[in-house]
């Protein structure tokens, strides 16, 4: 007798999150690329406005407490003091805080899934600062690897999320998250390289 063939293994939510944002990442990274942010120091400058626009808006969930709740250490998972840090060092100086991202706690898990995948991908952008004279104590801080590895601290922050129980309404707000979070950094992108995007 045959045997029946075995049902696929079920996605975890960051799975589902990847797979229902992957043409908005795609976007994002093209778009990052076409701004030739690590080109010089002066577009590196513009690079770090960015960042500090977008993750400055995120320091609300990352101290939320039912977030910390969920996700143990989030708090200190934030790259903004890193990027202010990095502005210092190339004597930029530091815009008003951004406003900031309130949602509920379901879809908050899609703008953090968005902001710490990011760090998972930062490895070739880091590569890119050390041809600028950077690196993880100057200038280049928040770009740098967590101190337990890149791929080490991204399989433990995707077993907390996909570790949280939500209902099918919940799921679809962390979709919704990651999209926004997405297209909130589209904008950032596009506010600080607008005139220099090539797409």
Known sequence: MP??????APQGRCQRLK????????TVDALVMA???FADRERYARFLRLQYGFHGSLVG???DTTLNRWLPGLAQLSRFNAVQADMNDLGLSLPSVPAQVVVEAPEALGWLYCSEGSNLGAAFLFKQTQ???LDAAFGARHLAP????????????????DGQVLSEAGDAQAVKGAIAAFDSYRAHLRAVFGDALDA
């Open 3 to 8: 045997s029946m063939p075995s049902s696929p």
């Open 19 to 26: 797979l229902a944002s992957s043409r908005d990442h795609d």
């Open 35 to 37: 701004a030739r942010p």
């Open 61 to 63: 969930l990352y101290q």
């Open 131 to 133: 041809q600028l004279g």
């Open 146 to 161: 967590h101190p337990q590895g890149r791929a080490l601290h991204w399989r433990a922050f995707v077993e907390q999320v």
